[in-house]
């Protein structure tokens, strides 16, 4: 039996998500996977995202506007606030921020809803270093918004530059408000680990070499 996040993980894994990549991650490490948020681009899916990101967004509450850092985090927001709407019949705003100033029509760097004295939760896909909600975070309060807390969809573990401490342990320190992870690295070992599970049996070869980066670069 999965628990909740294990169920998201080999939801991810269903999609596609699950690969590995080409090149260095954000960092320069070499890794042996990586989850892509990229191909999960459906109403479906979407409404699955939604349904786990409100669910962890609830430990924090209050929360007023969902902002999701380019570009990943713009879908992931938009999903949760229509779901949301559809569950709970709560009117909560999402926004963004442009990669670039725009100089004509409304303008500025901030898209969709005000985050001016309001209560933002910042929303994400993968956590590996940390600089996207420290950029997002510095927005926010730039803003005028009142950070209470992150979420991201898959938490690697990584250990943070200076620190025997997780990266998510870090920021959570760095910004004073909970960084939290609907799914974790210690959640793809254990579905990867189900022997005869028809979704885990193309990576099992992927599993021996997730452990060793494990082992060298993450916190368990």
Same mark, same amino acid.
């Given at each position: 039996?999965?628990?909740?996040? =294990? #169920?998201?993980?080999?939801? %991810?894994?269903?999609?596609?998500?699950? !690969? @590995?990549?080409?090149? /260095?991650?954000?960092?320069?490490?070499?890794?042996?996977?990586?989850?892509?948020?990229?191909?999960?681009?459906?109403?479906?899916?979407?409404?699955?995202?939604?349904?786990?990101?409100?669910?962890?967004?609830?430990?924090?509450?209050?929360? =007023?506007?969902?902002?999701?850092?380019?570009?990943?985090?713009?879908?992931?927001?938009?999903?949760?606030?229509?779901?949301?709407?559809?569950?709970? =019949?709560? *009117?909560?705003?999402?926004?963004?921020? @442009?990669?670039?100033?725009?100089?004509?029509?409304?303008?500025?760097? %901030?898209?969709?809803?005000? !985050?001016?004295?309001?209560? $933002?939760?910042?929303? *994400?896909?993968?956590?590996?270093?940390?600089?996207?909600? +420290?950029?997002?975070?510095?927005?926010?309060?730039?803003?005028?918004?009142?950070?209470?807390?992150?979420?991201?969809?898959?938490?690697? =573990?990584? +250990?943070?530059?200076?620190?025997?401490?997780?990266? #998510?342990?870090?920021?959570? #320190?760095?910004?004073?408000?909970?960084?939290?992870?609907?799914?974790?690295?210690?959640? %793809?070992?254990?579905?990867?680990?189900? #022997?005869?599970? /028809? $979704?885990?049996?193309?990576?099992?070869?992927?599993?021996?070499?997730?452990? @060793?980066?494990?082992?060298?670069?993450?916190?368990?």
């Amino acid at each position: 039996m999965h628990s909740s996040s =294990q #169920r998201f993980v080999r939801f %991810l894994i269903e999609q596609g998500a699950l !690969i @590995r990549p080409e090149g /260095p991650l954000h960092g320069g490490k070499r890794s042996p996977y990586m989850i892509n948020f990229g191909v999960c681009s459906t109403g479906p899916i979407l409404e699955v995202f939604g349904a786990a990101y409100d669910e962890k967004s609830m430990e924090l509450g209050g929360i =007023q506007v969902y902002f999701g850092p380019a570009y990943k985090g713009v879908f992931i927001a938009s999903a949760i606030t229509s779901f949301v709407w559809k569950r709970h =019949q709560r *009117d909560v705003g999402f926004a963004s921020s @442009r990669k670039e100033v725009k100089d004509h029509g409304e303008g500025g760097l %901030l898209l969709g809803a005000s !985050i001016r004295t309001r209560c $933002v939760c910042i929303v *994400d896909d993968v956590l590996t270093e940390g600089d996207s909600l +420290r950029a997002a975070a510095q927005f926010v309060e730039s803003e005028g918004g009142v950070l209470v807390g992150c979420v991201v969809g898959f938490d690697r =573990q990584e +250990r943070a530059r200076c620190s025997q401490k997780s990266v #998510r342990e870090e920021l959570s #320190r760095e910004l004073n408000v909970p960084v939290l992870a609907i799914a974790s690295l210690n959640d %793809l070992e254990v579905v990867l680990s189900h #022997r005869g599970d /028809p $979704v885990a049996v193309p990576y099992y070869g992927m599993l021996s070499d997730i452990r @060793r980066y494990k082992s060298q670069y993450c916190v368990t």
